[in-house]
């Protein structure tokens, strides 16, 4: 079945360490997106890409850094220069407009 | 700048019982507008979607929407409630040329049996 990936669910991290969650999907969407969602504040885009090789930053990028050498692959660096990473990250992708797909997130947490 | 406002966090109804959630929009353009759900540490799932047309929109798990352009408003509506409708609501705008979805901060629903 198609659909997106996102691993690990769970990830923990320590101070001053860079960690990076995997995206993977094989809708063969062009465009794909990273979400940082905390309690109460519903969805931030942090950054996203509509084709390979280009992305571009969304609303809370700084701390954070993507790729996008695969169209199926849009891997998300949390760098240490983010002073607040713990949330739940959520990756989809989409098609036109016809809805994202998302995927079932990674809750990182410091530690 | 667009938004999406979801006036209530928190919402508690009996089952069975009607449920209405609330969604108010604002932005310049016909929106793409959109209703997600999601269960505690899930991803999010498509309940529907206004594109255009018909403004009485039909979802999945029997949940409907109705887009009112005169209110810049998108309510979610469900005639009978079940147990396992707890979970939280996301409304959300496509903005822009890049589909980028903008989302409220979501209501909470709790079912009493």
């Known amino acids: 079945d198609g659909g997106i990936t996102q691993s690990p669910k769970y990830l923990f991290r320590k101070e001053g360490q860079n960690v990076t969650l995997s995206c993977e999907q094989n809708?063969?969407?062009?465009?794909m997106y990273w979400y940082r969602q905390d309690p109460g504040q519903g969805l931030r885009l942090i950054y996203y890409s509509q084709i390979v090789n280009d992305f571009q930053k969304g609303d809370i990028a700084e701390g954070y850094s993507v790729s996008r050498e695969k169209k199926e692959s849009f891997p998300l660096t949390v760098t240490s220069a983010q002073k607040n990473p713990t949330a739940f990250y959520l990756c989809?992708?989409?098609?036109?407009?016809?809805?994202?797909?998302f995927g079932s997130g990674t809750r990182l947490t410091v530690v | 700048a667009q938004s999406v406002t979801q006036p209530d966090i928190h919402i508690t109804v009996s089952e069975g019982a009607s449920l209405e959630l609330r969604c108010n929009y604002s932005?310049?353009?016909?929106?793409?507008l959109f209703w997600y759900v999601q269960s505690p540490g899930q991803g999010l799932q498509l309940l529907l979607k206004y594109f255009s047309g018909d403004t009485l929109v039909q979802g999945i798990k029997g949940f409907e929407a109705e887009f009112k352009r005169s209110q810049s408003s998108f309510n979610l509506r469900k005639p009978s409630v079940h147990w396992s409708d707890a979970a939280e609501y996301f409304c959300a705008v496509v903005t822009g040329t890049a589909s980028k979805l903008t989302f409220g901060t979501g209501t909470r629903l709790q079912v009493t049996l």
């Open positions: 809708l063969n969407h062009d465009a």
């Open positions: 932005y310049g353009a016909t929106p793409y």
């Open positions: 989809a992708s989409s098609s036109e407009f016809y809805g994202y797909t």
